[in-house]
């Protein structure tokens, strides 16, 4: 069991907010993730449900008990750490069996378990290495093999691939998920990430500034977006933003539209019309960053190859089912 | 590598011209240092085997290696072993044992903690002889010393300690003197520990105590080791200390190596002795160097 409730959590270092009161409903067995810009509070957040941090205010239950005076090590939690944080002098052996030498096990029990863990990470051949032997990768699984051995009841994971090459981190990534289904534990996952959070997650937490700004599923998040910020910052390249008359004809103060659903009309003369500044062709893709006077710089996708250049004139047309709209406090209006 | 590189030649080209350049502007200094040991050495070697004393000049005379055997069947030379030995491992022992738990102390975040670290690094700045002569009169008198109104106020008799427990006063001046030094290395080597790895300890369930022996101390075994190899080369040659408290005695009591060889010099005026007595030095402070360096000196490879 692994299922985790925050109750208007709150966290202050001095008079300096960091969370401002956060209600969560975490699943057992869900894989969470909570993403934002760098310094929303999702590592603080993370850290609180860990114990490394003591809440100012509110309530963490975890399966129903409240932890929020429990020691990190009695919460039944495991953490893998953006460093790794493996120990230096210990053998992967040692690294991996630590907590459990600690809990008391005999030396055989540990051992039985260090192997399983190992053999499941594909850590077997270097289980008396040194973590300074090891690659960045292999580091990452011994920090992970630390996490699983223990057998938590959640696994918390803070910005784990940030450390390691973008071809090395598509792999952890698949890893990481096959691994969480493959336990069915509950695990959060911090990241700065979108595409991670994208990728990975059963429920995305989206936080800024010390709030959580919205909390659903990937594609909820993507179709159905509360506000501009979660608007903004899910999506790649971001939703286009236009402000002003146009928007006040379609009832709100800013409409956005993602890159993809924008059409694009050579010579064309309805939509949003601009010239291309910039052009990027990836074959598969073709972004047109487009300076449309009015309604500014607008980014627009093509799947597939689309020959034009920069200086070119082009129409864009927002497809009308996929318009979000947003009020003047920035919250989408629906319906 | 130059098909990568076409430039690679001529890169090798400069870097020769700056090896050698280095190499002759380092020449002067390295040539300096050189004359500036082998000079005395060669001279200490050739005293070595005169037969030198001072209260009879004119006398000189080749007698070979007479004056190694009179220096090391002399039984002071046993007995100052001894005591160097003693010195060194005490000292080294306490400023350890007491180095760590300071070091400890002082990474806590206290108030005025600045303040406190000045005040600790202080002894070190103090010159060996001040020190020994504050630690002599003003703390270790038995009539009129600290320590003796303290033992007074608690109904005991005071320790007139460089008559009692010679060597033991010395250890406790020279101990003082270097546990600054100790506690500094391995303060700075306790800011290094990564944060994360005892937040990773304290999630893996260890105790304060377990998060010491298993993740503190062998994060320290590098520095304990740089302060054993740094200390042990000070204190075979300890010397102010004890000329300023008990000149070596009572007895031999606290005669040292240094202190014998200062003693067949300047005291019984025999420069050929002591000369030898210099050289015995340097191969003993080889000795428990290599040995030093193969016990602890694995520590510092990796």
Same mark, same amino acid.
């Not at chain 1, 050579?266 to 487009?290: K, P």
């Not at chain 2, 070596?248 to 420069?271: C, E, K, M, R």
């Given at each position: 069991?692994?299922?985790?409730?925050?109750?208007?959590?709150?966290?202050?270092?001095?008079?300096?907010?960091?969370?401002?009161?956060?209600?969560?409903?975490?699943?057992?067995?869900?894989?969470?993730?909570?993403?934002?810009?760098?310094?929303?509070?999702?590592?603080?957040?993370? #850290?609180?449900?860990?114990?490394?941090?003591?809440?100012? @205010?509110?309530?963490?239950?975890?399966?129903?008990?409240?932890?929020?005076?429990?020691?990190?090590?009695? #919460?039944?939690?495991?953490?893998?750490?953006?460093?790794?944080?493996?120990?230096?002098?210990?053998?992967?052996?040692?690294?991996?069996?630590?907590?459990?030498?600690?809990?008391?096990?005999?030396?055989?029990?540990?051992? #039985?378990?260090?192997?399983?863990?190992?053999?499941?990470?594909?850590?077997?051949?270097?289980?008396?290495?040194?973590?300074?032997?090891?690659?960045?990768?292999?580091?990452?699984?011994?920090?992970?093999?630390?996490?699983?051995?223990?057998?938590?009841?959640?696994?918390?994971?803070?910005?784990?691939?940030?450390?390691?090459?973008?071809?090395?981190?598509?792999?952890?990534?698949?890893?990481?998920?096959?691994?969480?289904?493959?336990?069915?534990?509950?695990?959060?996952?911090?990241?700065?990430?979108?595409?991670?959070?994208?990728?990975?997650?059963?429920?995305?937490?989206?936080?800024?500034?010390?709030?959580?700004?919205?909390?659903?599923?990937?594609?909820?998040?993507?179709?159905?977006?509360?506000?501009?910020?979660?608007?903004?910052?899910?999506?790649?390249?971001?939703?286009?933003?236009?402000?002003?008359?146009?928007?006040?004809?379609?009832?709100?103060?800013?409409?956005?539209?993602?890159?993809?659903?924008?059409?694009?009309?050579?010579?064309?003369?309805?939509?949003?019309?601009?010239?291309?500044?910039?052009?990027?062709?990836? @074959?598969?893709?073709?972004?047109?960053?487009?300076?449309?006077?009015?309604?500014?710089?607008?980014?627009?996708?093509?799947?597939?190859?689309?020959?034009?250049?920069?200086?070119?004139?082009?129409?864009?047309?927002?497809?009308?089912?996929?318009?979000?709209?947003?009020?003047?406090?920035?919250?989408?209006? #629906?319906? | 590598?130059?098909?990568?590189?076409?430039?690679? !030649?001529?890169?090798?080209?400069?870097?020769?011209?700056?090896?050698?350049?280095?190499?002759?502007?380092?020449?002067?200094?390295?040539?300096?240092?050189?004359?500036?040991?082998?000079?005395?050495?060669?001279?200490?070697?050739?005293?070595?085997?005169?037969?030198?004393?001072?209260?009879?000049?004119?006398?000189?005379?080749?007698?070979? %290696?007479?004056?190694?055997?009179?220096?090391?069947?002399?039984?002071?030379?046993?007995?100052?072993?001894?005591?160097?030995?003693?010195?060194?491992?005490?000292?080294?022992?306490?400023?350890?044992?007491?180095?760590?738990?300071?070091?400890?102390?002082?990474?806590?975040?206290?108030?005025?903690?600045?303040?406190?670290?000045?005040?600790?690094?202080?002894?070190?700045?103090?010159?060996?002889?001040?020190?020994?002569?504050?630690?002599?009169?003003?703390?270790?008198?038995?009539?009129?010393?600290?320590?003796?109104?303290?033992?007074?106020?608690?109904?005991?008799?005071?320790?007139?300690?460089?008559?009692?427990?010679?060597?033991?006063?010395?250890?406790?001046?020279?101990?003082?003197?270097?546990?600054?030094?100790?506690?500094?290395?391995?303060?700075?080597?306790?800011?290094?520990?990564?944060?994360?790895?005892?937040?990773?300890? !304290?999630?893996?369930?260890?105790?304060?105590?377990?998060?010491?022996?298993?993740?503190? %101390?062998?994060?320290?075994?590098?520095?304990?080791?740089?302060?054993? %190899?740094?200390?042990?080369?000070?204190?075979?040659?300890?010397?102010?200390?004890?000329?300023?408290?008990?000149?070596?005695?009572?007895?031999?009591?606290?005669?040292?190596?240094?202190?014998?060889?200062?003693?067949?010099?300047?005291?019984?005026?025999?420069?050929?002795?002591?000369?030898?007595?210099?050289?015995?030095?340097?191969?003993?402070?080889?000795?428990?160097?290599?040995? %030093?360096?193969?016990?602890?000196?694995?520590?510092?490879?990796?």
């Amino acid at each position: 069991m692994g299922q985790i409730t925050l109750q208007d959590v709150q966290k202050s270092f001095g008079p300096v907010h960091i969370i401002k009161g956060a209600d969560l409903e975490i699943a057992d067995g869900s894989f969470v993730v909570f993403v934002g810009p760098s310094g929303c509070g999702k590592t603080t957040l993370l #850290r609180l449900i860990a114990g490394l941090e003591d809440v100012s @205010g509110g309530k963490i239950l975890i399966d129903g008990k409240n932890v929020v005076d429990t020691p990190p090590a009695k #919460r039944g939690l495991s953490m893998v750490f953006q460093s790794y944080a493996l120990y230096p002098h210990m053998s992967v052996r040692g690294n991996i069996g630590f907590g459990l030498k600690m809990a008391g096990l005999s030396k055989d029990e540990t051992n #039985r378990k260090v192997e399983a863990a190992a053999a499941t990470l594909n850590l077997t051949p270097y289980l008396d290495r040194k973590p300074r032997e090891l690659s960045g990768g292999q580091r990452q699984r011994v920090a992970i093999g630390r996490a699983i051995v223990r057998e938590p009841k959640a696994f918390l994971f803070d910005e784990p691939l940030s450390n390691l090459d973008a071809a090395l981190r598509v792999q952890m990534r698949i890893e990481v998920t096959r691994l969480q289904k493959q336990l069915g534990t509950t695990a959060i996952y911090v990241t700065h990430d979108q595409v991670e959070a994208m990728t990975m997650a059963d429920k995305i937490v989206v936080l800024n500034g010390g709030k959580i700004e919205q909390y659903g599923s990937p594609l909820e998040l993507y179709e159905k977006p509360a506000n501009l910020f979660v608007a903004g910052f899910i999506g790649s390249p971001k939703m286009n933003f236009v402000t002003g008359e146009h928007a006040l004809q379609k009832g709100a103060a800013t409409i956005g539209v993602r890159p993809e659903h924008l059409k694009i009309e050579r010579d064309g003369a309805g939509g949003w019309q601009g010239t291309i500044a910039v052009a990027e062709h990836l @074959g598969s893709d073709t972004f047109l960053y487009v300076d449309a006077g009015p309604f500014g710089m607008l980014t627009a996708r093509y799947i597939g190859e689309l020959s034009l250049h920069a200086g070119d004139r082009v129409s864009l047309v927002p497809d009308p089912a996929r318009i979000h709209r947003f009020d003047a406090g920035g919250n989408a209006i #629906r319906g | 590598m130059a098909a990568f590189f076409p430039q690679a !030649e001529k890169l090798g080209m400069a870097t020769r011209q700056t090896q050698i350049l280095a190499r002759s502007l380092l020449m002067p200094a390295v040539g300096l240092l050189f004359i500036w040991m082998i000079v005395p050495l060669a001279l200490t070697i050739y005293f070595s085997t005169l037969h030198y004393s001072l209260l009879d000049p004119g006398s000189e005379e080749f007698v070979g %290696l007479e004056n190694f055997r009179y220096f090391l069947t002399d039984p002071a030379f046993l007995a100052s072993l001894q005591n160097t030995l003693v010195l060194v491992g005490s000292v080294l022992a306490l400023t350890i044992l007491l180095g760590i738990p300071l070091a400890l102390l002082m990474d806590q975040p206290v108030i005025g903690r600045n303040f406190v670290r000045l005040m600790v690094i202080a002894p070190f700045f103090v010159m060996p002889t001040v020190s020994a002569l504050v630690w002599k009169n003003l703390l270790m008198h038995p009539v009129s010393g600290l320590f003796a109104w303290l033992a007074k106020l608690v109904g005991l008799t005071p320790i007139d300690w460089f008559t009692d427990a010679p060597l033991l006063a010395v250890i406790l001046i020279v101990a003082w003197q270097w546990l600054p030094f100790a506690t500094l290395i391995l303060l700075t080597a306790l800011q290094s520990l990564d944060e994360e790895q005892k937040e990773a300890a !304290e999630m893996d369930g260890a105790s304060a105590v377990s998060t010491f022996i298993y993740i503190t %101390l062998p994060h320290l075994a590098r520095p304990i080791t740089v302060v054993i %190899l740094i200390e042990t080369i000070f204190l075979l040659t300890v010397f102010a200390e004890i000329f300023v408290t008990t000149g070596g005695g009572p007895g031999l009591q606290t005669t040292n190596i240094a202190f014998l060889i200062y003693s067949q010099a300047l005291i019984q005026f025999d420069v050929g002795s002591a000369s030898a007595g210099g050289l015995v030095a340097v191969v003993i402070a080889n000795i428990v160097a290599f040995f %030093l360096v193969r016990i602890v000196g694995r520590n510092l490879e990796a």
